[in-house]
């Protein structure tokens, strides 16, 4: 086990002079950088190592920032994009690793405007050569219903970020029903004044571990329940601590448990030892709510999507049943019904279309708002790849697989909900 991420949650002055945002952030940035170093050594005196350091703040654009009106369209989004570049620039200079914004609450708003498609059409090049920087786009939640008008833009922006590099996509997702301080990227995002942090994990060996010294499934959800609440345990008792003493808001621990490509890290691995014949053979969704619902969720710090986790290039184990064609896209939709984090670093053909990405994302959605639990898409379209061909990226968190199939659309219909005019969808 160890931490895939301490994120750290701070509003920034958006569009403010870089000079005025970096005399804002300066102090707060050395706490922050103070804080992680003092935590990264407690855990590590307990053999538990911190992977990146990570930082969130609140949706880039809102209407109560007037200055998004000042200048026109077009400066505006320059402006936006330089200045992200310099925060990039920033925060490396501060040892952190990455950081990630929504571009708006879209779920909040009910009609895009011009302004708020233009700045959603430029996502692909915000994203574009900014390796740190990780974006989102919520766009449905049970309290409001879906944004089908965000929903569109969110397709076109993953078909857009595919070519010439699928990697982009990495670095985005559509989200539903998730809230802030989410530690887990691309979906974080912050909201309060006073800053804030909270811990992802990369533990899908600890459930191995259990599992394997499980003589029955009942013994299996116990040992879970066991390992789950010492590890909320012991990471709650450095964390309370070091957020007296730095002024900061501890939010909690997303206990789900991320794994790594690596076949004693996957989490894959982990439904095979519960006597699933593969991940993917019937029995599969089982074995996932078994091993979802013996994370305390109960807890006062447990945060985020808290759940079983299925991002399949970054598990060895998923990677290779994938390449086995022991399961599809719609094996992941289900899955995803009991599942905390949706579809995550899934490689699809090339040639998906926006309509094709849409209904998958409103399945997703659906999925979410109907069980009111929060649930990402993180796709990831390969130019001139086609379903069953190999796919390995140069990462070192992805698993080499193939290209997932899935139920294509056939025909065109100009009446559907891509192609209509319905803005929202609320669910009686």
Same mark, same amino acid.
């Given at each position: ?229 010492? +590890? ?34 996957? +989490? ?64 992941? +939709? ?32 659906? +999925? ?61």
């Amino acid at each position: 086990m160890r931490i895939r991420a301490i994120t750290i949650g701070q509003m920034i002055p958006f569009l403010l002079k870089n000079e005025t945002i970096l005399s804002f952030l300066q102090d707060k940035l050395r706490n922050f950088s103070t804080f992680s170093n003092e935590l990264t050594d407690m855990l590590k005196n307990i053999d538990i190592d911190v992977d990146t350091r990570r930082f969130c703040s609140q949706p880039l654009f809102s209407y109560d920032n007037k200055l998004f009106y000042e200048k026109n369209l077009k400066e505006t989004l320059v402006d936006i994009n330089d200045q992200l570049k310099f925060l990039q620039d920033v925060f490396k200079d501060y040892g952190i690793d990455y950081f990630a914004c929504a571009m708006m609450r879209a779920d909040h708003i009910q009609e895009l405007g011009i302004f708020e498609k233009l700045l959603l059409n430029e996502v692909p090049q915000l994203i574009q050569n900014k390796r740190k920087f990780f974006t989102s786009l919520p766009v449905a939640s049970t309290e409001k219903g879906i944004n089908l008008a965000a929903l569109r833009s969110g397709a076109k922006i993953i078909k857009s970020l595919s070519d010439p590099d699928p990697f982009n996509n990495l670095q985005f997702c559509i989200s539903s029903n998730v809230g802030p301080n989410i530690p887990f990227f691309p979906a974080a995002y912050h909201l309060s004044e006073k800053p804030a942090f909270s811990l992802a994990l990369e533990m899908a060996d600890e459930v191995i571990n259990a599992i394997e010294a499980s003589d029955s499934l009942k013994d299996a959800q116990m040992n879970l329940l066991a390992k789950f609440n010492e +590890i909320y345990d012991n990471l709650t008792k450095f964390a309370e601590l070091l957020a007296r003493k730095f002024d900061l808001e501890f939010k909690g621990i997303d206990l789900t448990p991320a794994p790594y490509p690596m076949v004693d890290k996957s +989490i894959g691995t982990a439904i095979e030892k519960l006597g699933i014949d593969y991940f993917g053979a019937h029995g599969t969704l089982t074995a996932v709510a078994l091993i979802k619902n013996s994370i305390p969720i109960e807890k006062e710090k447990v945060i985020g999507f808290s759940g079983f986790m299925q991002p399949v290039l970054e598990d060895f184990t998923l990677s290779k049943r994938l390449s086995e064609n022991k399961f599809n896209l719609d094996s992941l +939709i289900l899955y995803s019904t009991m599942c905390g984090a949706g579809l995550d670093v899934i490689p699809l053909p090339g040639n998906i279309t926006e309509r094709e990405l849409f209904y998958i994302l409103l399945d997703i959605c659906t +999925i979410s708002i109907t069980l009111n639990k929060p649930l990402t898409c993180r796709l990831m379209p390969i130019p001139g790849k086609e379903s069953g061909d190999d796919v390995e990226f140069d990462f070192e968190y992805f698993a080499p697989t193939k290209i997932i199939d899935f139920r294509r659309i056939e025909g065109e219909n100009e009446k559907d909900l891509f192609n209509g005019n319905e803005k929202n969808l609320k669910f009686l």
